[in-house]
């Protein structure tokens, strides 16, 4: 079975500091991985996706990420903080669980605040 | 503009009143399904189908149904729903696994609330 850990539920940082998002996974098979963003009143936007290609993943509005196999981890990161990054991040990993199901498994989400 | 539309985004009812939340997309994806968002446990899927006609159980189903009678509509139904249906749900929708392992695409939400 597969499952999503985000380490934090809470991270604050102030505005031009670096973020770190935190997220490690398990599967049985070889997953793809995912980061959404979820603004206030707002459905999820993806932020960017590993599909087995180069594990360092560079997305939207300056956010990477690194698929690290061995430690089992997909942590999000962005060099430098910005108000409108407050929001909550999903961690995802999607993987077959059975026949023709494609699951998409969710943490539980970390909320961001982005302090002035 | 590729999109996922669910309608309404904010309902509050009574227990016991049947209701239907719409999902539409534009993108002619075949897998679509159905999330409810709670706090502290993030996104749980209750229902996928992964064509017309073809709907099946997520990890959540229990007072749910849904149906597929159009490739790009899945409504999701509450026939008679209770309080701890209380929540905000999603509708996403992606082309099928061994297509490329694309995204899904969600819609805005909607926040249901039974009184």
């Known amino acids: 079975a597969q499952s999503v850990t985000q380490l934090d539920s809470h991270v604050s940082v102030s505005e031009g500091t670096p973020v770190l998002l935190r997220c490690n996974y398990s599967?049985?098979?070889?997953?793809?991985l995912f980061w959404y963003v979820q603004h206030p009143n707002k459905g999820l936007q993806l932020l960017l996706k590993?599909?087995?290609?180069?594990?360092l993943v560079k997305g939207i509005n300056g956010f990477e990420a690194e698929f690290k196999k061995s430690e089992t981890s997909f942590h999000l990161t962005k060099p430098s903080a910005h108000m409108s990054d407050a929001a909550e991040y999903f961690c995802v990993v999607s993987d077959r669980v059975g026949t023709g199901r494609r699951a998409l498994t969710f943490g539980s989400g970390t909320r961001l605040q982005v302090q002035p | 503009e590729a999109q996922v539309t669910q309608n309404p985004r904010y309902l509050i009812t009574v227990t016991g009143k049947k209701l239907t939340v719409t999902c539409s997309q534009n993108m002619n994806h075949e897998y679509m399904s159905w999330y409810r968002q709670d706090p502290g446990l993030g996104l749980r899927q209750i229902y996928y189908s992964m064509n017309v006609e073809v709907t099946d159980k997520g990890d959540v189903p229990e007072g749910y149904k849904v149906s597929r009678k159009e490739k790009r509509n899945f409504p999701l139904i509450l026939e008679s729903p209770s309080p701890n249906q209380t929540s905000l749900y999603f509708c996403?929708?992606?082309?099928?696994?061994?297509?490329?392992?694309?995204?899904?695409?969600f819609g805005q939400g909607t926040r249901l609330t039974v009184v």
């Open positions: 996403a929708s992606s082309f099928m696994p061994g297509q490329g392992d694309t995204e899904a695409f």
């Open positions: 590993y599909t087995s290609a180069a594990t």
């Open positions: 599967s049985s098979y070889s997953p793809s």
